[in-house]
Protein backbone atom coordinates (compact mmCIF):
# COMPACT_ATOMS: atom_id res chain seq x y z
CA UNK A 1 0.00 0.00 0.00
CA UNK A 2 1.44 3.64 -0.95
CA UNK A 3 -0.01 7.22 0.42
CA UNK A 4 0.32 9.27 -1.92
CA UNK A 5 -0.15 13.27 -0.48
CA UNK A 6 -0.02 16.24 -2.62
CA UNK A 7 1.30 20.18 -1.80
CA UNK A 8 2.26 23.45 -3.39
CA UNK A 9 -0.98 24.68 -5.20
CA UNK A 10 -2.34 27.21 -4.95
CA UNK A 11 -3.03 30.57 -6.76
CA UNK A 12 -0.48 32.49 -8.89
CA UNK A 13 -0.49 34.67 -11.86
CA UNK A 14 0.04 34.13 -15.79
CA UNK A 15 3.80 33.70 -16.39
CA UNK A 16 4.07 32.57 -12.51
CA UNK A 17 5.77 29.86 -11.16
CA UNK A 18 4.55 26.87 -8.96
CA UNK A 19 6.30 23.95 -7.10
CA UNK A 20 4.22 20.60 -6.27
CA UNK A 21 5.25 18.10 -4.10
CA UNK A 22 4.02 14.76 -3.89
CA UNK A 23 4.94 12.70 -0.62
CA UNK A 24 4.63 8.98 -0.26
CA UNK A 25 4.59 6.54 2.13
CA UNK A 26 4.85 2.86 2.19
CA UNK A 27 7.84 0.66 2.25
CA UNK A 28 8.02 0.19 -1.55
CA UNK A 29 7.76 3.73 -2.58
CA UNK A 30 10.88 4.40 -4.64
CA UNK A 31 10.20 1.80 -6.48
CA UNK A 32 6.66 2.98 -8.20
CA UNK A 33 7.19 4.92 -11.29
CA UNK A 34 5.07 8.39 -10.53
CA UNK A 35 2.92 10.64 -12.65
CA UNK A 36 1.14 14.08 -12.54
CA UNK A 37 -2.24 14.31 -13.46
CA UNK A 38 -4.84 17.08 -14.13
CA UNK A 39 -8.72 18.06 -14.11
CA UNK A 40 -9.57 21.50 -15.20
CA UNK A 41 -13.41 21.96 -14.39
CA UNK A 42 -15.89 20.28 -16.58
CA UNK A 43 -12.74 18.58 -18.31
CA UNK A 44 -11.42 15.06 -18.46
CA UNK A 45 -8.54 13.83 -16.04
CA UNK A 46 -5.04 14.60 -18.30
CA UNK A 47 -1.98 13.19 -18.04
CA UNK A 48 0.70 15.76 -17.90
CA UNK A 49 4.09 14.11 -16.92
CA UNK A 50 5.83 11.07 -15.89
CA UNK A 51 9.16 9.88 -14.57
CA UNK A 52 10.52 6.19 -13.98
CA UNK A 53 11.61 4.88 -10.51
CA UNK A 54 15.16 5.58 -11.85
CA UNK A 55 14.56 9.11 -12.37
CA UNK A 56 16.14 8.63 -15.74
CA UNK A 57 13.04 8.85 -17.98
CA UNK A 58 10.69 11.38 -18.29
CA UNK A 59 8.16 11.69 -20.46
CA UNK A 60 5.65 14.88 -21.11
CA UNK A 61 2.25 16.17 -22.60
CA UNK A 62 3.39 18.62 -25.14
CA UNK A 63 1.46 21.54 -23.81
CA UNK A 64 3.79 21.30 -21.05
CA UNK A 65 7.31 20.90 -22.59
CA UNK A 66 9.77 23.90 -22.11
CA UNK A 67 7.79 24.97 -18.68
CA UNK A 68 7.32 21.93 -16.27
CA UNK A 69 10.00 19.56 -15.00
CA UNK A 70 9.44 16.05 -12.52
CA UNK A 71 11.99 15.19 -10.73
CA UNK A 72 12.06 13.00 -7.34
CA UNK A 73 13.92 12.26 -4.48
CA UNK A 74 13.91 8.65 -3.63
CA UNK A 75 15.67 9.11 -0.14
CA UNK A 76 12.83 11.56 0.70
CA UNK A 77 10.08 9.45 -1.35
CA UNK A 78 8.80 12.64 -2.62
CA UNK A 79 8.27 14.16 -6.45
CA UNK A 80 8.39 17.26 -7.58
CA UNK A 81 6.91 18.87 -10.22
CA UNK A 82 8.27 22.34 -11.13
CA UNK A 83 6.14 24.45 -12.76
CA UNK A 84 7.05 27.42 -14.44
CA UNK A 85 5.52 30.03 -17.06
CA UNK A 86 2.00 29.29 -16.43
CA UNK A 87 -0.73 29.71 -17.67
CA UNK A 88 -4.78 29.90 -17.65
CA UNK A 89 -5.00 26.92 -19.06
CA UNK A 90 -2.72 25.14 -16.52
CA UNK A 91 -5.69 26.09 -14.12
CA UNK A 92 -6.85 22.32 -12.54
CA UNK A 93 -6.55 19.96 -9.76
CA UNK A 94 -3.27 18.21 -10.16
CA UNK A 95 -3.27 14.77 -8.73
CA UNK A 96 0.43 12.79 -8.74
CA UNK A 97 -0.44 8.47 -8.76
CA UNK A 98 2.01 5.93 -8.80
CA UNK A 99 2.46 2.96 -11.28
CA UNK A 100 4.32 -0.15 -11.06
CA UNK A 101 7.29 0.42 -12.99
CA UNK A 102 6.94 -2.44 -15.93
CA UNK A 103 9.09 -1.97 -18.42
CA UNK A 104 6.31 -2.13 -21.40
CA UNK A 105 4.30 0.52 -19.69
CA UNK A 106 4.03 3.71 -21.43
CA UNK A 107 2.72 5.41 -17.88
CA UNK A 108 0.46 7.82 -20.03
CA UNK A 109 -2.97 6.73 -19.07
CA UNK A 110 -4.38 6.83 -15.79
CA UNK A 111 -5.39 3.35 -16.13
CA UNK A 112 -2.07 2.25 -15.63
CA UNK A 113 -1.82 3.55 -11.69
CA UNK A 114 -3.30 1.96 -8.79
CA UNK A 115 -2.32 4.81 -6.29
CA UNK A 116 -3.46 8.18 -6.47
CA UNK A 117 -3.44 11.44 -4.05
CA UNK A 118 -6.54 13.79 -3.22
CA UNK A 119 -5.15 16.65 -5.22
CA UNK A 120 -4.41 20.00 -4.89
CA UNK A 121 -5.93 23.30 -6.51
CA UNK A 122 -3.62 25.56 -8.97
CA UNK A 123 -5.40 28.77 -9.80
CA UNK A 124 -3.31 30.39 -12.63
CA UNK A 125 -4.89 34.31 -13.22
CA UNK A 126 -4.66 36.25 -16.60
Known amino acids: QVQLVESGGGWVQAGGSLRLSCAAS????????MGWFRQAPGKEREFVVAIRWSGATTTYVDSVKGRFTISRDNAKNTVYLQMNSLKSEDTAVYYC???????????????????WGQGTQVTVSS
Open 97 to 115: AAALDRGWAVLTTGSEYVY
Open 26 to 33: GRTASSYA
